[in-house]
Structure formats: structure tokens, C-alpha cells
């Protein structure tokens, strides 16, 4: 091994604020976004390989397709003009699609590769939302035509909009819903006997529009269809579950309003969940600053395929997000040191989900040593297994509690209570919403205290700061010597535990260059002296905390 002088690159903690307003972005000289791409309207085929989307990476819309996992990414569509809002058919060897090709936006059928266009309707009105029956024998989609011609030209997103159904062959037209304001973006249950979609009613208070929008499913002939959204809030793009005994729709029904005018683009909407009555409502997603819309269930009913809008940057991609949890699979996981998955071999604790009998719509995580102990205890609701949202409980080592409170949609609510490791209260700390509202502390031996934010919360800290990581790093490390005849460089980024004395307990790479290298990184992390503890809530406590080293032999210029 050979102690060299080395460049040695510390990264303990890096807090990123980034603001996505072009203006605020120029003027500190961050980059900004000006192409504004759109991925958007994803589809997944019947057997759940492939997922249909439109784009505009082309300069407009066309339509592609790629594997689920997002790789080999195949444009079906070459030609000026506007083509979106793909739907599979239901034997995956046709789409179904919306194209300006003919000088206005009619519904066209293609096959699978993208040959054998066929356009369907020829109205001079814009048909919308294209969606096939389950037998492949109609279309279900949404029309401005019975809009008048001037209204049209006035605004085409304010006046009538319908559902009709259409044949293959373009005949056997038939008009679905005749309200005076909005159906649309319907789509057919699994079983063809209901139809989901979303109308406009009359708004509900001051600080709405003259409408807004719900969620209804209807039966036969649409004589009583069914909200089954129910709420203030715009509750939009609804789509069934392969059983047909759920529905995702998107919402902002969980965010602020205020008077002005709303846009879609201009408020926060997250994902839901509920049954096909409405019942059990649950929340999926949580995304601040952007909007979840588009939703599409896999065929196995395992994953939601959705676009998520940013809200400023005016740029939509397509997500995906795992529903199967919940207590259905994954019923054992292995988890290192710090709470991330691994193999059984390198675990240090084994998660299990249970069900939350006393709801009977939420699961738990119970978090295990090897040893079988328990070290925590999390309540999350059935379809969304990474939410935490009801009674949440923390143990130490040693058994006795750590802390115990409740979430309601992964914030913090109500009174928690924090423990010291001998089991005396160290905190009880108020929070509304996530946010913290009252605090009262305790010492060790019972007496109250008063303490700034400081005393009462601070991470861990290595005695003389990043400077003196630095210098340890570089007065210790010793270059493995091949690397260093090979003129080897890189990265390692060390993931580490400190306890609750600030000793190192557990250390692995995260991200590394190779074996040499990455051996040494641990070595010097390993035998680092002791850090400062952390510092939560009136305690020390162990925590985990990453280091990046940089290797660069001494005549590199890196």
C-alpha cells in the first residue's frame, strides 16, 4: 500500500433547495428547462409487457410504445401531425388513438407496429379519449360535437362534451350521455356492464369556478349514474382495476385553493384509490409541486402506470408505482443497517406485513433484529405500502420504547412521545399537520428542561468538521497498490451507523469503483475516532450518515 498526498472529496450531508421557476432559475444560473418534453397518457398492453404512450420528443405528439421496465422505446407514429392518447385493444394487436391527420382530431385505429392506420370518425368537432370495450368490438369516446361551432372557436374546453360509442367500422354510432356540460374520459368495467368517466357540476363555493368535476360510474342506460367521488375538489381521469372492484382517480382535493380561475396545471393533484361504490377512499400518491393524473392498472393489478406533471416546468413523465403490497406479497423483507433492502446474508433486521385487523383497509410493518426482537411497528394503508398514515411505534436495543405517536397521510400528527434509553419521557412534542406546534422536554432523570432547537435536534458531527474528515482521510489512506500502478480513479460513497457515542458501527459501500479501492474506503471509515453524537428530540441517538471519498493517485489532475 502506498500513503500518498491525495485530493480526498468529503460529502456528509447535502441539502438541495431547487426552485423550479425558470425566472428564479436564470437569475442564479441554474439551468433552464426549454424544451418542456411531454411523456404523457400511458397505456399498458393486455399482457402487461409494453406500455403505449404519446410524446412530443419528435417537435409534436406521436405515439410509442416501450417495455414496462421503460426500455426499448419504438415509435409507431411518423408524420406531421398530432397523434395521442393511445389504447391498447384487448387481443394487443390493434390501437386505438387520436390523430389531426384528416384537419381535425378523430379517433383512428392502427395495428400494434403502427401499420394499417383506419380512421373511424370524421366529424368536424374534436373527438377526445379513445377507450375500447372489453370484447374489442366498440369504442367508447368523448366528442365536442354537439357543441356549436362558435362556441368552439371561442373556447374548445368550455361548452358540452359527450360520451359516444362507435364500431370497428366506423357505423353504429351512438351517443352514451346528453348533459349541458361535461362527460368525458370514459371507459367500459371489465365486464362491459358499467361505464366510468367524469362530468362537471355546478360549483360549490366562492372559491371555485362555475363548476367542478367528479367521478360517476353508470349502468345501462345512464338514466341514474353514481358519483361516487363526492367532493368539492376536482376529482378527474379515472380508470378501473383489472377486477374491476376499484378505481384510481386523480384529485387535489388535499390541497389549498384560492380565487383565482383553476387551471389543471396550476394545483397539486395526487393519486386515489377507492372501491367501485366510492367507499374505502385512499391516497396513493404524494407529490407537492407536481400532478398525478393519467392513471392506467396494470392487467395483474400489481402496478399503476400515471403521468406526473411538473407543475412549473410544464414537463409530464410517466411513473409507475407498485400496488401489490399491502400484506398480499413481499411478506418478508431483509433490510441492512440502515432500513434499505438487501440480501439475508447481509441483513440486519427482517421486515414482515401483517393485517391491521381493526380496519380491515391497512397493513403493518413490524421491523425485527435477527435476534427476533421487535424495533418497530408502522401502520400504512393497503394499497399504498410506502404511506405511513395511523399508530406508528419505535423500540431501542435494549426493548424499552423509543417513541410513539400517529401519522395521517405520512405526516405527523397529534401528540408523540419520545423516550430516553432507560425508558424515562424525554419529549412530548405536538405537531398539526406535520408541522410542530408545542414541545416540552425531560433529562434522563425525570427533571424538566428547557432547550432551543439546537440542544433539542442536531445531527451527527465529526469534532473540527468537514475539515478535519478531510484531513483524516488524507493522512490515512493508503492507495492500494495495483490500483495505483494502473492509474485507477474514483468515487466511493460509504454508508455508515455511528451509535448513540458516536462510535462506528456498520459501514458498506453504496456506490464503489472497484474491490481494492472499495476495501480501503471502509478500512478509513471503520477506524474513523468518535463522531459527535446525533441529537433527536432530547436524546443521543444512533443514526446513519454517508461519506464520499475520492481516490486520485497523486499525478492525476482530477
Known amino acids: 500500500m502506498n500513503r500518498c498526498c ?29 424544451t418542456k418534453v411531454t411523456n404523457a397518457y400511458p397505456d399498458w398492453s393486455p399482457d402487461g409487457s409494453k406500455i403505449a404512450f404519446q410524446s412530443n420528443r419528435t417537435g409534436h405528439n406521436d405515439i410509442f410504445i416501450m417495455n414496462a421496465d421503460g426500455t426499448n422505446l419504438v415509435q409507431l407514429t411518423h408524420d406531421r401531425y398530432d397523434n395521442k392518447k393511445p389504447s391498447w385493444s384487448p387481443d394487443g394487436t390493434r390501437l ?34 379513445p377507450s375500447w370495450h372489453p370484447s374489442g368490438n366498440n369504442i367508447i369516446f368523448s366528442s365536442f360535437r354537439n357543441m356549436d361551432e362558435m362556441s368552439r372557436r371561442r373556447n374548445i374546453w368550455n361548452g358540452n362534451i359527450e360520451l359516444y360509442e362507435i364500431g370497428l367500422n366506423g357505423e353504429n354510432l351512438k351517443r352514451l350521455t346528453n348533459s349541458p356540460t361535461w362527460d368525458i374520459y370514459g371507459s367500459y368495467s371489465p365486464d362491459g356492464s358499467s361505464v366510468l368517466y367524469y362530468k362537471t357540476l355546478p360549483g360549490v363555493d366562492s372559491l371555485r369556478s362555475a363548476f367542478n368535476y367528479e367521478v360517476f360510474v353508470a349502468t345501462g342506460n345512464f338514466e341514474n349514474p353514481v358519483n361516487i367521488s363526492s367532493s368539492p375538489y376536482d376529482d378527474v381521469y379515472p380508470s378501473w382495476s383489472p377486477d374491476g372492484e376499484w378505481i384510481v382517480f386523480s384529485s387535489n382535493r388535499d390541497y ?42 396494470s392487467p395483474d393489478g400489481s402496478k399503476i402506470a400515471f403521468t406526473r406533471a411538473d407543475n412549473d416546468e410544464q414537463t409530464m413523465d410517466i411513473q409507475i408505482i407498485d400496488v401489490s403490497l399491502g400484506g398480499k406479497s413481499k411478506d418478508m423483507e431483509y433490510l441492512d443497517f440502515s432500513w434499505q433492502p438487501t440480501t439475508e446474508n447481509d441483513a440486519t433486521y427482517t421486515r414482515k406485513r401483517v393485517p391491521d385487523s381493526a380496519s380491515g383497509k391497512k397493513f403493518m410493518k413490524i421491523l425485527y433484529t435477527l435476534q427476533g426482537q421487535q424495533r418497530a411497528s408502522t401502520t400504512h394503508f393497503l394499497f399504498s405500502p410506502d404511506v405511513n398514515d395511523g399508530l406508528a411505534q419505535y423500540w431501542f436495543n435494549n426493548g424499552n420504547k423509543q417513541a410513539s405517536g400517529r401519522y395521517k397521510n405520512h405526516l405527523k400528527e ?97 456506490d464503489g469503483v472497484r474491490d481494492d479501492i472499495n476495501q480501503e474506503a471502509l478500512r478509513l471509515v471503520k477506524e474513523m475516532p468518535k463522531w459527535e453524537p446525533a441529537v433527536r428530540h432530547n436524546r443521543l441517538m444512533p443514526t446513519v450518515t454517508a461519506v464520499r471519498i475520492r481516490f486520485r493517485p497523486p499525478d492525476s489532475n482530477g
Not at 8 to 24: D, E, F, G, Q
Not at 101 to 128: C, F, H, K, W
Not at 460 to 486: C, H, I, S, T, W
Request: hydrophobic share 40%; glycine share 6%; with cysteine.
Open 96 to 129: 386505438t388513438f387520436i390523430s389531426d391527420r384528416s384537419g381535425n382530431e378523430d379517433v383512428y385505429i392502427m395495428s400494434e407496429d403502427g401499420t394499417e392506420i383506419t380512421q373511424l370518425t370524421t366529424n368536424e368537432a374534436p373527438d377526445e379519449f
Open 414 to 510: 397529534g401528540l408523540w412521545r419520545y423516550y430516553h434509553a432507560n425508558g424515562a419521557l424525554a419529549a412530548v412534542v405536538n405537531y398539526d399537520n406535520g408541522a410542530i406546534v408545542a414541545t416540552e422536554y425531560w433529562d434522563i432523570s425525570g427533571n424538566k428542561v428547557s432547550l432551543n432547537e439546537y440542544e433539542s435536534h442536531r445531527p451527527a458531527a465529526f469534532p473540527g468538521g468537514r475539515a478535519a474528515v478531510a484531513r483524516y482521510l488524507r493522512q490515512n489512506m493508503e492507495y492500494p497498490d495495483k490500483a495505483l500502478e494502473e492509474g485507477v480513479s474514483g468515487d466511493v460513497v460509504v454508508v455508515f451507523e455511528l451509535s448513540d457515542s458516536g462510535e462506528v458501527l456498520q459501514a458498506k459501500v453504496r
Open 6 to 34: 491525495l485530493f480526498v472529496l468529503l460529502v456528509i450531508y447535502v441539502a438541495t433547495i431547487v426552485s423550479h421557476k425558470a425566472v428564479a432559475q436564470a437569475a442564479a444560473g441554474l439551468p433552464v428547462n426549454l
Open 256 to 297: 389549498t385553493l384560492n380565487n383565482e380561475y383553476h387551471r389543471y396545471d396550476e394545483f397539486n393533484y395526487d393519486l386515489y384509490l377507492c372501491r367501485k361504490d366510492g367507499s374505502d377512499l385512499q391516497r396513493i400518491t404524494y407529490s407537492p409541486g407536481y400532478s398525478d393524473a393519467r392513471a392506467k392498472w
